[in-house]
């Protein structure tokens, strides 16, 4: 994230949660006390899986990230040399009860037949390889076919004819390029053919939004005819997810296919988050303690809670953020394959992908 983006990001945040407060009261979608989503698309059990705490497991990990064929360097931490293990013993613990142990074997035989997509960014990737890996470490034997062409990836577990596939997309929205320039077009989704005839649909995104300077994308914004050569970044976001919830409307059948919203994954790139000023994620080893994250709710958390709040068809919630707040110690940091400095917005595999993946288990079995 830009340091000019950085400056600006009270102002910008202040700025759209006035638009949406006066187009729809969006105070009210923000609990004060832990920041879960308050609309009625979280998932409908008596326990919240997403309130609770990082407890020790001497059982864990779930795989051994050596024995998985499906890590890019990038999340392999063991390999890069990170020389502390701890961050691999810690499951999450929700607070009324206990999140079912992934199996592999079941999954396979609930999904013999299906395709699954992951549809989003470097986070959707990071959560894709985690569910390979799971899956792989229940069914070590069985064959196995991977396929890697531009936006789109694929795993098929031969034995069950079961295809867990990723689309890389980061806006969601299209990025195409044209005689200005390249355009991210807020609202259109031409892309979204190759979402069709999924059996389930799990969405993520946020962090390219962020992107400012070098590291972004495009040249200009577009909606409708109007072309703009920047757009408060919030308000941008909302535009875009709010064409995503359309194209779910008119193109989802949910007899047929779940559809789920990976939460916003945080970064730990100022420690005064977490009040370390003086420190990134470099050197963490242990997760925080309890529930609270001084940071509080990010912004755009609020945005992901009002668009899914007015969707008209059922998309469950993977509430993910603040559990993944506590989760300082769980980066690459320097221990990463492909990426040079710090990486502090992507997660270590195994880590605490395997954990979103368990929630997106327990949440098929209710």
């Known amino acids: 994230m830009g340091s000019r983006f950085q400056a600006l990001f009270p102002f910008l945040c202040l700025s759209l949660l006035l638009l949406l407060f006066l187009q729809g009261g969006i105070a009210e979608e923000l609990q004060s006390n832990n ?55 810690y ?30 960014d470097s986070l959707s990737l990071n959560q894709w390889e985690s569910l390979n890996c799971l899956i792989h470490a229940s069914v070590p034997k069985t064959r196995t076919t ?28 299209d990025l195409v390029r044209e005689k200005a320039g390249l355009v991210l077009k807020i609202d259109s989704i031409r892309s979204g053919y190759a979402w069709r005839g999924m059996d389930m649909l799990i969405f993520n995104s946020w962090h390219w939004w962020t992107h400012t300077g070098r590291s972004q994308p495009w040249d200009y914004i577009q909606e409708g005819p109007k072309l703009y050569k920047d757009m408060d970044r919030l308000l941008a976001y909302y535009k875009g997810l709010t064409t995503w919830a359309r194209w779910v409307n ?10 789920f919203f990976q939460g916003i994954s945080p970064t730990h790139y100022l420690g005064r988050d977490w009040n370390q000023p003086s420190k990134s994620c470099y050197g963490e080893m242990k997760p925080m303690s309890g529930w609270m994250y001084p940071a509080g709710v990010p912004a755009e958390v609020i945005v992901v809670n009002k668009v899914l709040s007015r969707i008209k068809k059922p998309v469950y919630l993977l509430d993910i953020t603040r559990l993944s707040q506590l989760r300082k110690d769980a980066h690459p940091s320097t221990y990463s394959g492909q990426h040079s400095g710090i990486d502090c917005s992507h997660w270590c595999l195994p880590g605490l992908p395997d954990t979103w993946n368990q929630l997106l288990y327990a949440a098929l079995h209710l």
Do not use: H
């Not at 034995?159 to 689309?167: C, F, I, Q, S, W």
């Open 35 to 89: 920041g879960s989503s308050s609309g009625a698309r979280m998932l409908a059990t008596s326990c919240n899986f997403f309130q609770g705490s990082w407890v020790f497991d001497a059982t864990y990990p779930l795989y051994n990230s050596f024995s998985c064929p499906f890590i890019d360097p990038e999340f392999n931490c063991q390999k890069y040399g990170r020389p502390d293990k701890m961050y691999l013993k």
């Open 91 to 120: 499951r999450w613990k929700p607070s009324g009860c206990d999140l079912p142990r992934f199996n592999g074997l079941e999954f396979l035989m609930k999904w013999r037949g299906k395709k699954i997509m992951f549809v989003g």
């Open 146 to 173: 991977m396929v890697r062409r531009g936006a789109l990836s694929s795993v098929t577990f031969e034995d069950y004819k079961v295809t867990v596939l990723l689309y890389r997309t980061p806006y969601l929205v």
């Open 250 to 259: 008119l193109n989802v059948d949910p007899t047929k296919t779940k559809v």
